[in-house]
């Protein structure tokens, strides 16, 4: 049923013949930066054994040709192995019946790159018959190379390219004959029709309807945003029911060849899904990559990864009603420092089957502090008077090499609503309880009120303080009170809550109000500052009067 889409074989008349090669079209190399034409080449020896002839030689024959391309710009590539592979030495008849033997001497891989006129030697360094996949190194430095992206995350009738060399060099039928430089590539567009899975249930082939021929195989199909998501191998003979349909080597198993063979040095951190956590304090849970794990005290927010160069992890619990879209925008625009730094740009939303009227999942872009691009990937959730916002953040490269499980995590997380029945905690008097206010020190705070680490003011014309806390009801977490010490300061913060007296600011469409006392206790400043929407300040001010006075008391 199925033929492989590769080895572009020449048969013996053809070898026979004086070899020559193609001239490359230079309007391809940047389309196909990275794409290497294959080809194995190798001095014939023509013996006959019936006739009294010497034996003839050619060398410098071009024995088959396929597509590779690189990986890494250290000049690893990927190809099939069926395009490399040894060949046996052939028997065969002339016209007049006489036989003749043709071996083969000084066999060689030799890789030719766009806009290259000298082959590269190149060195098999891993193959796999299985998965039909070989592993080339060339000896050389900063090669352009293609990104490996998710097969995983490909869903069906999604667009992909495939490029290629097929039929090697006679498809340059409107030029002259070139040896040493490779031909034109040909792209080929069209649709990832399904996944091909073996017996166990794991993905092996992706399935086509993007034309392949002979030569074509071990060269990429790529996604939408350019990421090699499959290796072509073969597509169905023309006999076949559906004639036409190609197929490609998963991304995944060819990340686990590479793994398998100690070739995933370059190429970035693989992510594996971890285990569906349940966060009971924080309601939510979620599967986070494996290597990842929520540092964050604040029940209002997740905080996994480094967010200096690898991907990270943010969520965060917003009070507001504000619609799915509205708040994206806003997020996407830097209201969120956290979110996204600066503004972002949408790329993709993805709907339908992989989201639902409570749940809006996006792509999008931006740069960091450093100026440097990054892929966002996130999820808005819809609970009620509530928000979860939620995002996966890193180089593109790498979020594109571990897309499925990070869509996979958003997809799946799962949140429950934390605001409610909370009128009854804001009534005095209240009792109190000492809470420890950074390395020393404490701080009366509501019994029975949730408290956690927190030197940031509502005023932003303050500076960051040197320790600090947050107290909230439990089910009330849009009422704050919040003690922020300086060991000095004074000046710079009397000028600062100057600026923000009755404070009164939006958050995502919530109006906010502060109040604040300065107080001096034991050689230092400690700020006392009430936070609640415009709608529950009456009701948290007599408790903010009565918190103030007994931190002032010194109980």
Not at 83 to 98: F, H, I, M, R, T
Not at 212 to 232: A, C, I, Q, T, W
Request: glycine share 10%.
């Amino acid at each position: 049923m199925g033929r492989y889409a590769g080895r572009a074989p020449l048969v013996i008349a053809i070898l026979l013949a004086p070899y020559a090669e193609a001239v490359q079209d230079p309007a391809s190399h940047d389309l196909a930066a990275g794409l290497a034409y294959v080809r194995v080449v190798a001095d014939l020896r023509i013996e006959f054994p019936q006739l009294a002839r010497l034996p003839v030689r050619r060398p410098n024959v071009v024995l088959g040709s396929g597509t590779g391309f690189l990986v890494t710009p250290s000049g690893l590539i990927l190809t099939s192995l069926h395009v490399v592979e040894e060949q046996e030495s052939q028997s065969s008849e002339l016209a007049d019946g006489e036989a003749t033997e043709v071996s083969f001497e000084n066999r060689r891989i030799e890789v030719v790159l766009g806009g290259e006129e000298t082959p590269f030697k190149a060195d098999l360094v891993a193959s796999d018959d299985d998965s039909d996949l070989a592993a080339l190194q060339l000896t050389a430095a900063a090669l352009p190379y293609l990104r490996l992206g998710d097969s995983a995350a490909l869903d069906p009738g999604a667009p992909v390219t495939v490029l290629g060399f097929p039929f090697g060099q006679q498809i340059e039928v409107a030029k002259r004959l070139n040896p040493g430089v490779a031909p034109g590539p040909t792209v080929t567009t069209g649709t990832f029709s399904a996944p091909r899975v073996d017996d166990a249930g794991a993905t092996r082939f992706l399935q086509t309807d993007a034309s392949m021929n002979p030569g074509n195989s071990g060269g990429p199909m790529l996604d939408e945003d350019g990421y090699v998501v499959g290796l072509v191998r073969m597509k169905l003979a023309a006999e076949a029911a559906s004639e036409g349909a190609g197929f490609a080597v998963a991304g995944d198993v060819v990340k686990d060849f590479l793994d398998a063979h100690g070739l995933s040095g370059e190429l970035p951190e693989r992510l594996r899904p971890g285990r569906l956590e349940a966060m009971d304090w924080k309601r939510l849970a979620i599967a986070l990559p494996d290597i990842l794990r929520d540092d964050s005290p604040s029940r209002l927010r997740i905080a996994a990864g480094d967010e200096g160069g690898g991907i990270s992890f943010r969520a965060f619990r917003l009070a507001t009603s504000m619609s799915l879209t509205k708040l994206e925008e806003r997020l996407l625009d830097g209201e969120l420092p956290e979110f996204v730094a600066g503004r972002a740009t949408l790329t993709r939303r993805r709907d339908g089957m992989r989201a639902s009227p409570k749940r809006l999942l996006g792509t999008a872009y931006a740069s960091d502090a450093g100026g440097e691009r990054i892929r966002i990937e996130y999820a808005i959730l819809d609970l009620g008077d509530e928000r979860i916002a939620a995002r996966y953040a890193g180089p593109p490269d790498a979020v594109a090499y571990n897309l499925a499980v990070l869509r996979g995590s958003l997809l799946h997380m799962e949140a429950r609503a934390m605001l409610g029945g909370a009128a009854h905690e804001l009534q005095t008097p209240l009792d109190f309880v000492p809470a420890p206010l950074g390395l020393s020190g404490a701080v009366p705070v509501p019994a029975g009120w949730s408290v956690e680490p927190d030197t940031r003011s509502a005023c932003a014309a303050l500076p960051q303080a040197a320790a600090g806390l947050a107290a909230s009801p439990a089910a009330d977490y849009t009422v704050v009170l919040r003690a922020l010490r300086w060991d000095a300061k004074g000046a710079e913060l009397q000028r600062g809550l100057q600026s923000c007296a009755s404070q009164a600011f939006s958050r995502f469409g919530t109006a906010i109000l502060s109040r604040s006392v300065l107080v001096a206790r034991d050689g230092t400043l400690l700020l006392l500052e009430l936070e609640a929407p415009r709608a529950r300040m009456a009701a948290a001010q007599p408790v903010f009067e009565a918190w103030v006075r007994t931190v002032e008391a010194g109980h």
